[in-house]
């Protein structure tokens, strides 16, 4: 559907992230779909969609999620955007039904394009989880750095910095200490950008570490991930 400055087009996506490690107690798969409208104009881009979501953990089917997400983008003359995504979910947990119930995520960013080579940008992401345990209910919020850099002879990086405070709304009279956790982190991606396979994907490297520290030893870790792995840019 088009009027004379904007369009109106139906879409669908689908996709998955697998972590295939030593040991199937950690293998993690996650599949999603999403079906919507996109309202597209000079300077703006809007969405909305329902959307399915499946995690199947250590080889168990373990969560699905179905919910509503809205997207909008402002562009600039000058090369910034604005942005931001809102997003509502019921969660259905197949190993505990305590962990049944819903969640709601919200995201506001920025970025600008410097120099015709590089993006740079902002995050602020929040996430409120209720669960039918209530010791198990969270909130968190996220701040986050980040670039796209292109570089010689057809190499794209993409690092990554965060700082993540999650806190747990009602925590269980149990422990004897605050779980709140205090997580931070980072990553980095890089990709081959002129080079694609099956005329449609390009090849990428990224590794992650994290490291959360909470009051309570036991949830206190350190995390460091590589991936390998192929995107669709057609």
Same mark, same amino acid.
């Given at each position: 559907?088009?009027g004379?400055?904007?369009?109106?087009?139906? /879409?669908?996506?689908?996709?998955?992230? *697998?972590?295939?490690?030593?040991?199937r107690? @950690?293998?993690d798969?996650?599949?999603?779909?999403?079906f +919507? *409208?996109?309202?597209?104009?000079?300077?703006?881009?809007?969405?909305?969609?329902?959307?399915a979501?499946? #995690?199947?953990?250590?080889?168990?089917?373990? $969560?699905?999620?179905?919910? *509503?997400?809205?997207?909008? $983008?402002?562009?600039?003359?000058?090369?910034?955007?604005?942005?931001?995504?809102?997003?509502?979910?019921? %969660?259905?947990?197949? %190993?505990?039904? +305590?962990l049944?119930?819903?969640?709601?995520?919200?995201?506001? +960013?920025?970025r600008?394009?410097?120099?015709? #080579?590089?993006?740079? +940008?902002?995050?602020?992401? @929040?996430?409120?989880?209720?669960?039918?345990?209530?010791?198990?209910? @969270?909130?968190?919020?996220?701040?986050?750095? @980040?670039?796209?850099?292109?570089?010689?002879?057809?190499?794209?990086?993409? =690092?990554?910095?965060?700082?993540?405070?999650?806190?747990?709304?009602n925590p269980?009279?149990?422990?004897?200490?605050?779980?709140?956790?205090? %997580?931070?982190?980072?990553? *980095?991606?890089? $990709?081959?950008?002129?080079?694609?396979?099956?005329?449609a994907?390009? =090849?990428?490297?990224?590794i992650?570490?994290e490291r959360?520290?909470?009051?309570?030893?036991?949830?206190s870790?350190?995390?460091?991930?590589?991936?390998?792995?192929?995107?669709r840019? /057609?």
């Amino acid at each position: 559907m088009r009027g004379t400055k904007s369009s109106t087009v139906g /879409f669908a996506s689908f996709g998955f992230d *697998l972590l295939e490690a030593e040991g199937r107690q @950690y293998d993690d798969l996650q599949l999603r779909s999403r079906f +919507g *409208l996109r309202l597209l104009s000079a300077k703006t881009t809007a969405s909305v969609a329902a959307f399915a979501n499946t #995690r199947v953990l250590a080889g168990d089917h373990y $969560e699905d999620a179905f919910g *509503l997400e809205v997207q909008g $983008e402002r562009r600039s003359l000058i090369g910034g955007s604005a942005y931001g995504r809102l997003s509502y979910a019921r %969660i259905d947990n197949h %190993i505990s039904s +305590g962990l049944d119930g819903s969640e709601l995520k919200g995201l506001l +960013g920025f970025r600008r394009s410097v120099g015709g #080579r590089a993006v740079l +940008g902002t995050e602020i992401a @929040y996430e409120r989880r209720n669960t039918d345990t209530a010791s198990l209910a @969270y909130q968190s919020l996220e701040w986050s750095v @980040y670039s796209t850099i292109d570089v010689q002879k057809g190499w794209t990086l993409r =690092p990554r910095l965060f700082v993540r405070q999650k806190d747990f709304r009602n925590p269980s009279a149990a422990f004897q200490a605050d779980r709140d956790e205090m %997580i931070y982190g980072g990553s *980095l991606r890089v $990709e081959r950008s002129d080079l694609f396979i099956a005329g449609a994907y390009t =090849p990428y490297f990224q590794i992650d570490a994290e490291r959360g520290r909470s009051d309570i030893a036991a949830f206190s870790y350190r995390s460091v991930g590589v991936q390998f792995g192929v995107e669709r840019r /057609f």
